[in-house]
């Protein structure tokens, strides 16, 4: 009998994220000590998008809203998918997101707090849209708007229009990503 399935952490990782967004929450002023505020508040988009994702994905409810709501009810996103557009999409772009501000420049930092802001109107307008809640639509305005908009004007005072660019690009080709993968996906079930 195996003690690690692979298959059991992708399909449970939300509850693993939001205990770990709640410790880094708690761990904050430890971390962030003697750091400038845009910096703090760059490491900050990480442990907000690991609350969303909670409302976000606690019962697989945001791949069920995708699959019956664009797909019919066919499997446009699989568990897995949504694991690795988490992971290596959120918490990766998060990790060096925070580590290029810290290490390079803080106007790298942009990359997070765009995709936190970016991610926020894309539920809003969804929700507007559909004229419906849609799973993580709370977080996206009680956490995500704030949290970035903040964060926004502290590193505007840093940075440049160039690293403003980058980070709307690198949000806007992350959430493209998604959206080519819910399209290839449905057109090889039609």
């Given at each position: 009998?195996?003690?690690?399935?692979?298959?059991?952490?992708?399909?449970?990782?939300?509850?693993?994220?939001?205990?770990?967004?709640?410790l880094l929450f708690g761990l904050l002023s430890v971390f962030s000590?003697?750091?400038?505020?845009?910096?703090?508040?760059?490491?900050?988009?990480?442990?907000?998008?690991?609350?969303?994702?909670?409302?976000?994905?606690?019962?697989?409810?945001f791949r069920k809203f995708v699959n019956d709501h664009l797909g019919?009810?066919?499997?446009?996103?699989?568990?897995?998918?949504?694991?690795?557009?988490?992971?290596?999409?959120?918490?990766?772009?998060?990790?060096?997101?925070?580590?290029?501000?810290?290490?390079?420049?803080?106007?790298?930092?942009?990359?997070?707090?765009?995709?936190?802001?970016?991610?926020?109107?894309?539920?809003?307008?969804?929700?507007?849209?559909?004229?419906?809640?849609?799973?993580?639509?709370?977080?996206?305005?009680?956490?995500?708007?704030?949290?970035?908009?903040?964060?926004?004007?502290?590193?505007?005072?840093?940075?440049?229009?160039?690293?403003?660019?980058?980070?709307?690009?690198?949000?806007?080709?992350?959430?493209?990503?998604?959206?080519?993968?819910?399209?290839?996906?449905?057109?090889?079930?039609?």
């Amino acid at each position: 009998m195996s003690y690690f399935s692979f298959a059991r952490l992708y399909t449970n990782w939300v509850y693993g994220g939001f205990l770990a967004g709640l410790l880094l929450f708690g761990l904050l002023s430890v971390f962030s000590h003697g750091w400038p505020l845009a910096l703090t508040l760059v490491f900050l988009q990480l442990p907000v998008y690991m609350l969303h994702q909670y409302e976000e994905h606690d019962a697989d409810r945001f791949r069920k809203f995708v699959n019956d709501h664009l797909g019919g009810g066919k499997e446009l996103l699989s568990p897995f998918a949504v694991f690795i557009i988490n992971i290596l999409g959120v918490w990766g772009v998060n990790l060096a997101a925070i580590l290029l501000a810290y290490c390079v420049h803080i106007g790298f930092g942009l990359i997070a707090v765009y995709l936190v802001l970016i991610n926020a109107i894309a539920h809003i307008g969804q929700g507007v849209m559909m004229r419906r809640y849609n799973p993580g639509l709370a977080t996206a305005v009680l956490l995500f708007l704030p949290a970035s908009g903040l964060a926004l004007w502290a590193i505007s005072q840093h940075t440049t229009f160039q690293f403003h660019c980058l980070g709307i690009i690198s949000a806007l080709a992350i959430h493209a990503l998604i959206v080519a993968h819910v399209v290839r996906k449905k057109r090889l079930l039609s």
